[in-house]
Each structure stands twice: as structure tokens, then as C-alpha cells.
């Protein structure tokens, strides 16, 4: 008797790793994703999906499934054990009803840090030296003139929110820029993660950082951490950069604390609705806009899948993944 391998399926697109992917048919049936929309991978959920044990699942194949809600979650078939999410942030997953169901999520934590930390310094450096401003005013054909001094990350506070691993990639740069970095999360990181940085009260952090940054994750309890209270309680003239999700701050209090020049300068990589922009940011060149670009190098990309892959051979190889969301670590 051969026993068939359990069924493995991939939401989006595999570009570097197409090997580890390949191989991977040797402990289970491998198939691509060919529903159109979520109305119709709903119903392939009960035709060529049924036996589906494991997806692979990509950042932008939300826009075929959807997000993963209690909604879809309940047209999975009883096989379904393991969502293993190509990304550090897992936002388009809706744990809670995952749980419930035994269904558990695999992220990209570490692999993700460096790339991401670059970007965050890039716009760092960019928002305090006032970049945009500049490089418009050049292809206008005004070179520097009008072009405001701007102001070195030497001797400025950095406030990290969220110091998880991109958080402490982050803080290693900044250093190296002669910043100081103090930071707040959930739970104060033991003295040899947290390498001298100072942990502060999530009010203290506002008060007193020259630049803030964001990189905690979004869920429930963290959309718009960064509202209208929390602008009113900051430094005036305080540069903010997110590498994290746009949802983290609420956009219009920030169009609104740049208009009114609390916050001085702004670098984005993520929007609360992207690709759409709010045009309050779009028309501010006190703003660098990245098209949402953290890990968009060959090699993290390629790190990504491979993490990816090694989730998926390991859970239908031994029922454990290997990076499991914290909210879920006690269960396997
Ligand atoms: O890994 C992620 O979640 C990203 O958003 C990459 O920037």
C-alpha cells in the first residue's frame, strides 16, 4: 500500500527558491494556486483543495484569497493544519480563529532584519537630511537653492517602538550614525538584547526622542498606536519613519502633525491602505515615500522562501514548524 503524500499549496509565487520548492515533492504533493478570486478559490476549497494540508502563502496573494478571517477560514477542509506565511508581519492572518480550528502560522522572523533595517536608516538619513526636498528640487532644475538645512543624526535620540530583531538591526546602524537609542515594547528585552539601549514608558518615548521609528506588528491592539494623542504628546519637530505597517499610526493625525509642524519630517515604506497614498502625503515633499521595499533584496527575498519551505517540510515531516507566531509558541 503507498500512502499519498500529504497536499501542499502554493498562494502566489515562488521566483528564487524554485529548487527547495521542487524538492519539497519528496514528502509531499506539491500544486500552485490557479483560482482567480476568493469566490472561486472558496469553491476549488471543496473540489481540487480538499485534501489541502499545508499553504504556502505570499504577501500579495491576498488579493486573490483575501485575508485569511474566521471567514475563509471555516471553507478549509478538516485536513488543514498549517499556514506558513512568506513575511515578518502576518497581519493578513487572523490568529484567533486559526487557533480555535488547531490551524497554526509559520512568519519570517530574522530573515527579514537587515534588509529592513537598511531601509528604516535609509529614511532616517533621508527625512533628517531632507532628501525628498532636495532631489525634487533638483529635477526642477533648482539645484539646492530654497533647499532649508537639515540636521545630523549625530547626538539625536532615536525611540524605537517595538524592539524585536528589525528594532535591534536598527539600533546597530543608528549607532554607527552616533544616535542614541532608547526604546519601548511589551516586555523590557534582558540587558544582552537590549545592548545598552534604554528602556523608557511608551509616553517617555514620545517625549523625548528627536526621531521615532516604528516596528512593532500590526494586530487589533496596535492599529493606530500612533494617533492624535500620541502626536500632541511628542517632541515639536520630531522625524518619524515606518518600516512596519501602515495601520500602526493613524494617517490623517499625520498629515495634520505635519501641516501644524509637530512633526517635522516623515520616511514611509508602508501605508494604511497601500498602494493607495494619502494624497496629504503624496503632495508633502517633507515626506519620502518608498513603495513598501523592507525586504526587497534578492538575497533576503531568496532567505524568505527558503524559511518559508523549511516550515512547510518540517510540519508535514514532524507536526512542528519552525517559527511559529509568538502568539501560538505554546502550542506544538
Ligand atoms: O516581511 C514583511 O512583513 C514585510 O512587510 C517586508 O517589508
Redesign the pocket.
Known amino acids: 500500500m503507498t500512502l499519498s503524500k500529504p497536499h501542499v499549496l502554493l498562494l502566489g509565487e515562488i521566483r528564487h527558491a524554485k529548487a527547495e520548492w521542487e524538492a519539497l515533492s519528496d514528502v509531499a504533493t506539491l500544486s500552485v494556486c490557479d483560482s482567480a478570486n476568493r469566490e472561486e478559490f472558496i469553491k476549488d476549497l471543496k473540489g481540487k483543495y480538499s485534501d489541502v494540508v499545508a499553504v504556502y502563502r505570499t ?1 500579495n496573494s491576498v488579493a486573490i484569497t483575501g485575508r485569511f478571517d474566521a471567514e475563509l477560514l471555516k471553507e478549509f477542509p478538516a485536513t488543514f493544519k498549517y499556514v506558513c506565511h ?5 497581519d493578513q492572518i487572523d490568529v484567533a480563529p486559526c487557533t480555535e480550528k488547531g490551524i497554526h502560522i509559520s ?2 522572523p530574522s530573515t ?1 532584519d537587515d ?2 533595517a537598511d ?1 528604516n536608516m535609509f529614511l532616517i538619513l533621508g527625512a533628517l537630511r531632507n532628501f525628498n526636498e532636495a532631489m525634487s528640487n533638483l529635477r526642477k532644475g533648482n539645484w539646492n537653492a530654497g533647499v532649508p538645512l537639515s540636521n545630523d543624526p549625530d547626538g539625536k535620540v532615536l525611540g524605537i517602538l517595538g524592539m524585536g530583531g528589525i528594532g535591534r538591526a536598527l539600533k546597530k546602524r543608528a549607532e554607527a550614525f552616533g544616535m542614541t537609542v532608547q526604546y519601548y515594547n511589551r516586555n523590557q528585552l534582558s540587558p544582552e538584547l537590549a545592548a545598552g539601549a534604554k528602556y523608557v514608558s511608551f509616553d517617555e518615548l514620545l517625549a523625548t526622542s528627536d526621531v521615532l521609528s516604528l516596528n512593532l506588528p500590526l494586530n487589533p491592539k496596535t492599529r493606530h498606536t500612533i494617533n492624535k494623542e500620541a502626536f500632541e504628546k511628542m517632541k515639536d519637530g520630531i522625524v518619524i519613519v515606518n ?3 501602515g495601520a500602526v499610526m493613524d494617517e490623517a493625525a499625520l498629515v495634520d502633525a505635519l501641516a501644524s509642524g509637530k512633526v517635522k519630517n516623515v520616511g514611509l ?2 501605508f494604511e491602505a497601500e498602494p493607495k497614498i494619502h494624497p496629504g502625503l503624496m503632495a508633502n515633499e517633507k515626506v519620502i515615500l518608498l513603495p ?5 533584496t534578492y538575497e533576503t527575498q531568496k532567505k ?1 522562501e527558503i524559511q518559508v519551505i523549511d516550515n512547510i517540510r518540517s510540519a508535514v515531516s514532524t507536526a512542528k514548524l519552525n517559527t511559529i507566531v509568538p502568539e501560538q509558541a505554546g502550542l506544538q
Do not use: E, K, Q, S
Open positions: 504577501f512568506n513575511g515578518a508581519g502576518y512568519n519570517c527579514v534588509a529592513t531601509v518600516t512596519a505597517r515604506d508602508v513598501h521595499m523592507g525586504t526587497l524568505m
